[in-house]
T-cell receptor, first 115, second 116 residues
Framework: AQSVAQPEDQVNVAEGNPLTVKCTYS??????LFWYVQYPNRGLQFLLK??????LVKGSYGFEAEFNKSQTSFHLKKPSALVSDSALYFC?????????????FGKGTRLSVIA | DTGVSQNPRHKITKRGQNVTFRCDPI?????LYWYRQTLGQGPEFLTY????????KSRLLSDRFSAERPKGSFSTLEIQRTEQGDSAMYLC??????????????FGPGTRLTVL
């Protein structure tokens, strides 16, 4: 069965510093990987996805993520954090091995960017 | 606004009552998903439709839950005989499937259910 782990419940970073939100996954086949962000009282917003190709994926709002097959990781990164990046971030995976499986989400990591 | 919409945004009900939620997906999207999210957890898959066909249901979807997408457009999720454990945020998402192309899902704002 597919699964996602986000080992940090909370990440604090100073504005202007680089940020990393960690995600590891487990699948039987090859993964499709996604990052979503959730702001208060709003739905999840898509940030980026890895399907195939380059391991470094660039997405919305200056975010990027690096797919590492050997470490089964897909960490979200941003070179310079903004206070407006403060939100709840979810990593999700879909296993290609089992056909059209649904997305499985991690528990989320709350990012707090301090001015 | 051409995003996914959900109604109502909030629902408070007493245990044992029935509730129904509605989701209107992005108009050209042929796939529609329902998820449930509780505090401190990520969304958990409940069920999904391709056009009007319900293709998969999670084990989380007990027989008190039923979902429909009668004309392949909007969808409803009904919970019968609600229990306090049903209190959660119910999220709807939609996507467009064409061939083997993997498209992201677009989420609505959710319906927050509180069962007293």
């Amino acid at each position: 069965a597919q699964s996602v782990a986000q080992p940090e419940d909370q990440v604090n970073v100073a504005e202007g510093n680089p940020l990393t939100v960690k995600c590891t996954y487990s699948v039987s086949g090859n993964p499709y990987l996604f990052w979503y962000v959730q702001y208060p009282n709003r739905g999840l917003q898509f940030l980026l996805k890895y399907i195939t190709g380059d391991n470094l994926v660039k997405g919305s709002y200056g975010f990027e993520a690096e797919f590492n097959k050997s470490q089964t990781s897909f960490h979200l990164k941003k070179p310079s954090a903004l206070v407006s990046d403060s939100a709840l971030y979810f990593c999700a995976v879909r296993d290609t091995h089992s056909g059209n499986t649904p997305l499985v989400f991690g528990k989320g990591t709350r990012l707090s960017v301090i001015a | 606004d051409t995003g996914v919409s959900q109604n109502p945004r909030h629902k408070i009900t007493k245990r044992g009552q029935n509730v129904t939620f509605r989701c209107d997906p992005i108009s050209e999207h042929n796939r529609l998903y329902w998820y449930r999210q509780t505090l401190g957890q990520g969304p958990e898959f409940l069920t999904y439709f391709q056009n009007e066909a319900q293709l998969e249901k999670s084990r989380l979807l007990s027989d008190r839950f039923s979902a429909e997408r009668p004309k392949g457009s909007f969808s409803t999720l009904e919970i019968q005989r609600t229990e306090q454990g049903d209190s959660a945020m119910y999220l709807c998402a939609s996507s467009f499937l064409r061939g083997g192309d993997v498209r992201e899902q677009f989420f609505g704002p959710g319906t927050r259910l509180t069962v007293l």
